[in-house]
């Protein structure tokens, strides 16, 4: 298929990769506003060329955005404008409600397939871009009724080609659900980062007192603030109330330690010990199908 990228960041760039790994993409264009990233997109060969008009967009088979979901949403209706018949649309944005909203009355709606996949790094750029990124993750295909049966085809096709579990969802049930597995880890960790640069100013003792628990519980602190503030904003009511209840857990744990209470203490950790089920559940999912 002739396929145009817009956007050529990690996602975008790692899903360039694959679907020409796949031969699903048989010519690649990429489409950047940043001048360097499609440079460096075609020095790394993600992409064969980059359209700085837009052209390819009226002739491409199928257009994957990969670009913050707040130009997404701007753009996307007039990227349907543009695209020929049967030409199929797929972003990958991490909300989905606003991004549904805004095409949901367009006449080319049919060929558009709101997906999320579910997959990243704290880095960004198309030097981040590797193959397997979405090996073996989960993404999510919502309003997959208002997607046409061609429409619904490809894109299934695409994700498979990338080894990813499709599953289907409510757009505002996707959006709640991710603010509290994946929006709420990302404020926390911005903020745990934030906690530290203020009270340990001498940036020596972070780097020499900080274990592997700290480094791998701000990890998400190094990601892109320019793709994170249109996700926490288009998803601010379902994230505020993640906030809300989270605030409640770390205030209750705040009243116990104060009180000295070892036994609440091991009780609310004990609890949250649970989590270690459920994700060893997934990652044992995840082997058996692998081995498939």
């Not at 857990?249 to 989590?275: G, P």
Request: net charge neutral; glycine share 6%; aromatic share 4%.
């Amino acid at each position: 298929m002739k396929t145009t990228i817009i956007g050529l960041g990690l996602i975008g760039g790692s899903i360039a990769i694959d679907l020409r790994k796949s031969g699903i993409a048989t010519e690649l264009t990429g489409i950047d506003l940043s001048k360097d990233h499609a440079e460096k997109a075609l020095e790394l060969n993600l992409v064969d060329a980059i359209d700085t008009e837009g052209k390819s967009i009226s002739t491409a088979d199928l257009i994957v955005i990969a670009i913050p979901v707040s130009v997404l949403s701007q753009l996307l209706p007039s990227i349907l404008d543009s695209v020929k018949k049967d030409a199929v649309v797929v972003d990958t944005g991490s909300t989905k409600t606003a991004i549904c909203k805004v095409v949901s009355s367009h006449k080319n709606r049919g060929q558009f397939v709101a997906a999320h996949p579910i997959a990243g790094t704290e880095n960004s750029g198309p030097t981040a871009a590797f193959s397997g990124l979405f090996q073996n993750k989960t993404n999510i295909i919502c309003e997959k009724e208002k997607s046409s049966g061609h429409a619904l085809t490809v894109a299934e096709k695409i994700f498979a080609a990338l080894r990813m579990n499709t599953i289907y969802m409510d757009a505002a049930e996707h959006d709640k659900h991710v603010a509290y597995v994946s929006h709420l880890s990302h404020v926390s960790s911005f903020l745990l980062g934030q906690t530290v640069l203020d009270i340990e100013r001498d940036e020596k003792n972070i780097f020499a007192l900080a274990g592997s628990g700290f480094s791998s519980t701000v990890r998400l602190a190094k990601s892109s603030p320019d793709m994170w503030a249109p996700i926490f904003e288009q998803n601010a009511e379902h994230l505020s109330q993640a906030l809300l209840e989270y605030i409640m857990h770390l205030q209750r744990f705040q009243y116990h330690l104060m009180k000295r209470d070892v036994t609440e203490l091991h009780k609310i950790m004990k609890d949250a010990n649970r989590i270690r089920e459920v994700l060893n559940g997934i990652e044992l999912k995840t082997k058996t199908t692998e081995n498939k």
